[in-house]
């Protein structure tokens, strides 16, 4: 359904914008661009979302492996609809924020990634996505530090300060190809004052506007 959504607006001319749920809702969006072409991903989180089999014990929380799934590696009712295994191809894949803990695997499948420790030191986000159709921007709002925003599922010291974000995703929105863009995991019950969810409204917009 959500696939469906996003191909509505962007055949609309509108860019998507899709705000809440869990990183499962990345699937949608790039189910809905691989029907229409060969698309990448941007792929901003303080974690890998890679876990998969063999690799991992066990599977079971597509949340946790959603990268893992639109990148082909997971049961067919998820990474195989409509036969179009995988949804985002490995070397169309760029990672940022991750925790430097997390990227190992990344490493060893070859996949671009610059970690939330790096980008904190002034590395720049790296070219990516020539040759494509375009590519979709992912927000795992668990990338910021929990200094900043601890109303996540899985907070984890050593994130990205919320200029670094801004900065890095209006360097990514200004490349051409930009298709669409989404936040997720915030948890406004672990939020009670609002507080939280100011500093992200404040995030969203001085990224889009």
């Known amino acids: 359904a959500l696939a469906a959504r996003i191909a509505s607006i962007r055949a609309g001319g509108g860019f998507p914008v899709v705000l809440g749920g869990d990183c499962s809702i990345s699937l949608g969006a790039m189910l809905a661009l691989r029907r229409s072409g060969r698309y990448g991903i941007a792929y901003l989180d303080g974690h890998d979302d890679f876990r998969h089999l063999p690799a991992a014990e066990h599977v ?81 709002i668990d990338v910021l530090d929990p200094a900043h925003v601890s109303a996540v599922d899985s907070p984890d010291p050593g994130g990205l300060d919320p200029s670094t974000l801004v900065s890095v995703l209006r360097e990514l929105l200004a490349r051409p190809g930009a298709a669409g863009f989404e936040l997720t995991v915030f948890d406004p019950d672990l939020d009670p004052d609002g507080h939280q969810a100011a500093l992200v409204a404040d995030i969203l917009e001085r990224t889009l506007r």
């Open 60 to 140: 079971g929380a597509a949340a946790g492996e959603d990268l893992a799934i639109m990148t082909g590696r997971g049961a067919d009712d998820l990474a195989a609809i409509d036969g179009l295994r995988p949804y985002v191809r490995d070397e169309d894949v760029l990672v940022l924020g991750v925790r430097s803990a997390e990227s190992a695997q990344l490493a060893a499948a070859g996949i671009s990634h610059v970690t939330s420790e790096a980008l904190m030191s002034g590395a720049p986000v790296p070219p990516a996505f020539a040759g494509l159709d375009g590519f979709w921007v992912h927000v795992d």
